[in-house]
């Protein structure tokens, strides 16, 4: 019958919806993948002097490939986005408006996404945010008009994460290299190494 409820459709996240809009957000705010891996080779280079800006890319690309981290980056954009269109109610709207200093929040946010490789991600974040290199310099320039409060902490974060990913991955050639013990850090990447060993013919 027309008059009869219609039953809701129960939630169900669609992972690559979620992909795509984080992919689409950082490129509509001006953010590429290759400014985030010019911070993961600032960070990196004195390291690791052969590291490749394909690697770093690739790094990045990985770090985005978390959900943790697509929720930070689609939360912080919107909360950016609807501060300039001054939709915030107040104090808020003033807080991030100004960037206010005594207002961590941003910072809150990207330690969740430093913190998905390890806590020596922290040291990275917090290096880039002090010295606020290449699109860090350019995010936080008042000048534009454009808010970026909680954007120049995500890249931050990112590039931070994806140096932290970096570290683990030398770490684990060189121990193979040695033909020392070694465990797998990343237990998706050893999931996948599995899966196709088992898709191997006999």
Known sequence: ???EKIAKIPYSLNSKAVADATKFWLNKRGVTLEEIAELVMFLQ?????????????????????KREV????LTGIQLDVLAE?????????DMIENDEGLYGVDEILAFSIVNVYGSIGFTNYGYV??????VLKRLNDKSTGQIHTYL???????????SSRI?????AER????????????????????????????
């Open 152 to 162: 120049d902490d995500i890249v931050g974060a990112v590039a931070a994460a994806a």
């Open 85 to 93: 269109e001054g939709k915030l109610f107040s104090p808020l709207q």
């Open 70 to 73: 697509q929720n930070a980056v």
């Open 1 to 3: 019958m027309a008059d």
């Open 129 to 134: 945010d002090k010295l606020k290199p290449g």
């Open 45 to 65: 280079q004195k390291y690791y002097p052969n590291l490749t800006m394909d690697e770093c890319i690739h790094n990045v690309e990985m770090v985005l490939s």
């Open 175 to 202: 121990e193979i290299e040695l033909e020392l013990p070694h465990t797998p850090e990343d237990r998706e990447e050893a999931a996948r190494k599995l899966a196709e060993y088992d898709d191997t013919p006999e």
């Open 167 to 171: 570290a683990h991955r030398k770490q």
